[in-house]
């Protein structure tokens, strides 16, 4: 199974899908080949952190993790090879690159990993409330992917309200109560986090995502 996280960062999401599959995947028989996609002027030190943390701690021979330089502006970094990826993650991604949606590179971007990824490959998108970047997305995937979570109003789920600029109607995203202050297992993290500062990621912000709600769909390409 390949898990592919675009604007993964300083591996914030490699360490959530590792944390699940610990949790959950302990009969999982096959391999698990996790890809980080960011731009690595920014993040390089942090991975190579990182990989020490994971080669010190994570002993498991199923599990695979891999860093790729990637800039949705850059024409020459712009087109990664997902076409085997299962899941393709944009957490707390598309609102950063959202400025630049109008940009021929990024429109490039997008559209090629949508059009490569295989039919099946689940697209992930979670991160802030922000309604014109829920409807961007949505542009984006609606043609080729099919929306999984619900749409309309769910009684008794928390949800939040966007406009479909394509249809003009108002419709619900789901959204997720997130409390890591919970967690007791966040060591991987504490060991990255001094370098977390260096790679110009204040750590303060960090924590303030330790709690709140995470807005998120998921989409499953046809
Ligand atoms: C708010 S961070 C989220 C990182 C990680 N997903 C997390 O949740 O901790 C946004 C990420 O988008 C990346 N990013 C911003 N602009 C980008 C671009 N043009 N191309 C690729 N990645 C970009 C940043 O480097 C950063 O890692």
Redesign the pocket.
Known sequence: MTVA??????G??VLGVLDYFMKYMADFKGQLDIQL???KD??GPTWESLKTAMDAELHDPRVTVSFYD?????AG??KPDLQKADVI?????M???YS?RERAE?KECFDHIIQTAKPGALFLYS?MYMYQVINWVHQLLKDNCELLTPDMELPGQPQKIYKDTSTGDWKWVSYAEVDLHQEGDLQLFNDIRDDLQTGG?PTEE?SQ?FKGNVVYRLYRKK
Do not use: A, I, N, Q
């Not at 996280?5 to 300083?10: I, S, T």
């Not at 990637?70 to 850059?74: A, L, N």
């Not at 993650?89 to 991604?93: G, I, K, L, S, V």
């Open positions: 996280c675009l604007g993964g960062g300083p914030s999401d996609y960011d731009r920014k993040w990637f800039d949705v502006t850059t970094k712009s993650t944009m957490h707390y991604f609102e950063e690159v630049e990024v991160g990621y960090v995502r």
